[in-house]
């Protein structure tokens, strides 16, 4: 027996894989530090071509399977390859209306699971987003499959309320979105403009013009009015609440109200929105996640010189930034303490500096995160004349009662238990989440409840979302696709 017939036919040899990324430009240090301009250069046509054509388009998309929102971005990356920037800025916003947003700022989930990965860079899948929507025609309008005499009321009109009335509006339902605000696109409203603008929010909110959606802004539901207003006298059948998590959370230590201290999300909302905001020259920013290095980063640029040092009290390796906002943060001379506990905030009249406790790492946490234990005697202060307080945020939930019945996520984001994240009270859905394609995942499964729940309402079958651009083909996964990867 020879050696083919025991082993069966040869198999074509696996596509070979590229392992060096095309580089992705950076604004140098000394001139993106002193201003807001953006620190990520977009690839080139040319380079981006270069870099699409290291994507081997494996049979089985995990990259797709990775991605909340199931972007085929297999396909936009094929087009892309071949030089089609129209075709693939089609495909993107096929099953992105927040695409502007999501080039920029993702946290591609997407990339973490590419093949290539195994042997070097992974594709560079959201720059090459970018790349689609910058040299495609990415100018395309959503157009509304045929009217449903059914009304839905969104609260919220961040990442997955913006999501839910998109998946609505093209399936012709009537939408009213009401926000607290004056501005749209929630927590993506603190993000720093050297990574994404208020005109990205705009641009991506610019292609639903021909959807029945409407923005109601300033009106903050369950405090202006109850929200059981909106089924009983509103006339809306369907209710998603997308409230997210607009309230900062305090370090509960003496101190904390001087002069000085700024809560992060404010600091960062107010700085993009143009109104002033007073840091000195010795910024201590307290936290490990995205927000903390947004905000160290924001405060280098807005400090003119100054110097700021990020206080964690973890080690560098349970922090649980994005690990390119680290390297950005460091590459611009932000100084990093890890394992020193925040005790006090000392000053007379204003904040003065921060008395700490070092800290040593014990077992894991619930979460697997090795807890933080105090050294004792290791108190000392550092001196500071400004405080960012970066340690997470909450719900506000005044006025969503316990009827609802709403779960709290680990990161405080309120859900409806059951199926389609549907809340104790029918016709009333609630979800959100911690990244913008996260929370827009969420609402695309909770879209699929509500039209269900409105469908049999009126005794027809949910279908799946049509083709938002008028076409005929409805929403399918691409070829190849087995299961979601969701970690
Ligand atoms: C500084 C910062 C940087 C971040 N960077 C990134 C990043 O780079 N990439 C990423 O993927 N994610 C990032 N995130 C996280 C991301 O912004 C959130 O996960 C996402 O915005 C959550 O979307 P959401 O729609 O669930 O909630 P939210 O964005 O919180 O939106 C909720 C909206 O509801 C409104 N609202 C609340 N209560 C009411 C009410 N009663 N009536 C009416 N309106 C109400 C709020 O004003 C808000 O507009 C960042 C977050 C922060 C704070
Ligand atoms: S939306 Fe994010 S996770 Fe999805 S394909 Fe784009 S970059 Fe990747
Ligand atoms: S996993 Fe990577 S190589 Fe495979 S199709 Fe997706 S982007 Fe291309």
Known sequence: MTAAAATGPARPAPPKLNPVRVPISEEPIDTRTTDFREVLHAYSKDDAILEAKRCIQCRRPWCVEACPITQDCREY????????????????????????????????????????????????????KRAALDYGQSDLVYIPSKPKSQRVAVIGAGPAGLMMAWELGVRGYSVTVFEQERRYGGLMQTIPAYRM??????????????????????????REFPIDRLVKDDGYQAVFISIGTSSHRTLGVPGESLPGVLPALDFLKNVNQGIPVTVGKEIIVIGGGDVAMDSVRTALRESHGGRVTLVYRRSRQEMPADPEEVHGAESEG?????????????????????????????????????????????????????VIVAVGQKADLAGFGPELDLKLTAQGWPEGK??????????????????????????????????????????????????????????????????????
Do not use: W
């Open 77 to 128: 990356i094929r087009l892309v390859a071949d030089g089609d920037f129209d075709g693939a800025a089609r495909v993107t916003l096929r099953e992105n209306p927040l695409a502007t947003c999501l080039c920029k700022v993702c946290y591609h989930y997407c990339e973490d699971s590419c093949v290539v990965k195994k042997k070097g860079l992974p594709i560079a899948i959201r720059h090459l």
């Open 334 to 386: 932000i100084r990093f303490v890890f394992l020193k506990a925040p005790l006090q905030i000392v000053g007379n009249g204003h904040a003065e500096g921060l008395r700490v406790q070092t800290m040593e790492l014990g077992p894991p946490d619930a979460g697997g995160r090795r807890s933080p234990v105090p050294v004792p005697g290791s108190e000392e202060t550092i001196s500071c004349d400004t």
């Open 197 to 222: 603008t208020d005109a990205d929010v705009e641009t991506d909110r610019g292609r639903f013009r021909d959807l029945d959606v409407k923005f109601v802004d300033g009106t903050k539901v369950g």
């Open 418 to 487: 059951k199926k389609g994240f549907e809340t104790a009270v029918p016709g009333i859905f609630a979800a959100g989440g911690r990244s913008v394609v996260y929370a827009m995942g969420s609402s695309m499964e909770a879209a699929d409840a509500i039209d269900a729940y409105l469908s049999a309402k009126r005794g027809e079958p949910a279908s799946p979302r049509p083709d938002p651009f008028g076409g005929t083909e409805k929403f399918h996964l691409p070829p190849g696709y087995t299961a979601p990867i969701r970690e």
